[in-house]
């Protein structure tokens, strides 16, 4: 499986962007994509993750309410939309998949073995 993410950029704190992420290969089975971000400094940390057979959807405490992950299956494409953006969202975020999800795992990075190329977003204040 191989993953092109795009679609990040600089936007104004109150902004929104959204991210693609597209996958080609194998996304049968128990596929799930995820999106993961990493600021200067930090360790890349969990925002979203979705099952796509069924589209159970898990998400981090910093992402709810304000984050939506979707996938199109014909598309074979995941996306993030991310409203309300603030300063503290601006991070590289990369995108993540599995054919072996399971419920329990899917905020975490471990569980996937496939990742994409990052793309930077930037959220002025």
């Known amino acids: 499986v191989q993953l092109q993410a795009s679609g990040g950029g600089l936007e104004q704190a109150g902004g929104s962007l959204r991210l693609s992420c597209a996958a080609s290969?194998?996304?049968?089975?128990?596929?799930?994509t995820s999106w993961f971000r990493q600021a200067p400094g930090k360790e890349r940390e969990f925002v979203a993750a979705i099952k796509w057979s069924g589209g159970s959807t898990v998400y981090a405490d910093s992402a709810k309410g304000r984050f939506t992950i979707s996938r199109d299956n014909a598309k074979k494409t995941a996306y993030l939309q991310m409203n309300s953006l603030k300063p503290e969202d601006t991070a590289v975020y990369y995108c993540?998949?599995?054919?072996?999800?399971?419920?329990?795992?899917?905020?975490?990075?471990?569980?996937?073995?496939?990742w994409g190329q990052g793309t930077l977003v930037t959220v002025s204040s």
């Open positions: 993540a998949a599995s054919n072996t999800i399971i419920t329990s795992t899917m905020g975490t990075k471990s569980a996937y073995a496939y």
């Open positions: 290969g194998r996304t049968a089975g128990s596929f799930a």
